[in-house]
């Protein structure tokens, strides 16, 4: 899975010979050799080498430890106006804010809390919707959200671990719903597997969402509540905000911009501003 350049419109005016360029530029005013590099990357170094002159593909993942490795966000290396010498000096001036573009998530608990209500209104009564399941479905919906409209849905924070994204603070919402008597947990055997299924015993405050949050919710649950787990979790293997994090990382929302087919929900047209 390569990095596509068509869904920016930075396409217009940098090319992969630009991006080589620039990561050589940010390698060498970090002291960094090409051999440092290949080997965080582990690849060999003619094959980084072949990076910097622009004659390699990039995949996300590698641009996203790249970027990391560099101290840079993929938008700021991919911007129309990159300058290494604004660069510096921004590292410099610690105290100001940043110039790219950063959203940070920010948990509303509440609406958490009706989502997962609603999903289970809709879907609880599947057999094959158990936790894992449910997790799933969360996370698509807020990912699938923020691709579209760039703002968070329930603004939770999602880690990569071995099944796929995981919502953080699941237990304990779930735990304050079960003493508010807004669920119900039981256990379950499904196939031979043991399963953790919830019952919703109150109803989702609706007004909670608008048109697009509604929309965004039905169109997952539609496409993936009759899938089983072991499915969706392989499934989200390859999405590419799980594919680009380390494990056991918090999966950056910003990641959702460079999914491609069948996971990116967003069309991307080439003169569409760039993020």
Same mark, same amino acid.
């Given at each position: 899975m390569y990095f596509c350049l068509e869904k920016f419109n930075t396409m217009k005016t940098i090319t992969q010979k630009e991006i080589g360029q620039r990561i050589s530029e940010l390698r060498k005013s970090k002291a960094y050799s090409q051999e440092d590099l290949a080997k965080m990357l582990d690849i060999p170094r003619s094959s980084f080498t072949q990076i910097e002159l622009g004659k390699r593909n990039l995949s996300? $993942?590698?641009?996203?430890? *790249?970027?990391? $490795?560099?101290? +840079?966000? $993929?938008?700021?290396?991919?911007?129309?106006?990159?300058?290494?010498?604004?660069? +510096? *000096?921004?590292?410099?001036?610690?105290?100001?804010?940043?110039?790219? %573009?950063?959203? *940070?998530?920010?948990? =509303?608990?509440?609406?958490? =809390?009706?989502?997962?209500?609603? +999903?289970?209104?809709?879907?609880?009564?599947?057999?094959?919707?158990?936790?894992?399941?449910? #997790?799933?479905?969360?996370?698509?919906?807020?990912?699938?959200? /923020?691709?579209? #409209?760039?703002?968070?849905?329930?603004? !939770?924070? /999602?880690k990569k671990l071995p099944y796929g994204p995981v919502p953080q603070k699941f237990d304990s919402i779930i735990n304050q719903m079960i003493a508010s008597k807004q669920l119900k947990r039981f256990k379950a055997d499904y196939h031979g597997y043991p399963q953790t299924r919830y019952i919703p015993l109150s109803k989702p405050n609706l007004s909670s969402f608008n048109a697009s949050e509604k929309d965004v919710i039905d169109k997952v649950i539609d496409q993936y509540s009759d899938w089983s787990a072991s499915a969706i979790s392989d499934y989200s293997h390859?999405? *590419?905000?799980?594919?680009?994090?380390?494990?056991?990382?918090? $999966?950056?929302?910003?990641? !959702?911009? /460079? %999914?491609?087919?069948?996971?990116?929900?967003?069309?991307?047209?080439?003169?569409?501003? !760039?993020?």
């Open positions: 996300v $993942i590698e641009l996203k430890k *790249i970027t990391d $490795i560099l101290s +840079i966000s $993929i938008d700021k290396l991919l911007s129309s106006n990159f300058s290494l010498s604004e660069l +510096i *000096i921004d590292e410099e001036k610690v105290d100001e804010k940043p110039k790219f %573009r950063i959203s *940070i998530p920010e948990l =509303k608990v509440n609406k958490f =809390k009706d989502i997962l209500l609603y +999903i289970l209104e809709k879907c609880a009564g599947k057999p094959n919707v158990g936790e894992t399941l449910l #997790y799933k479905l969360l996370y698509f919906s807020d990912f699938n959200y /923020y691709e579209l #409209y760039e703002e968070h849905l329930s603004g !939770a924070e /999602y390859k999405d *590419i905000p799980w594919l680009a994090s380390k494990d056991g990382e918090t $999966i950056d929302y910003e990641l !959702a911009f /460079y %999914r491609e087919t069948p996971y990116s929900v967003r069309n991307y047209d080439e003169n569409e501003e !760039a993020l």
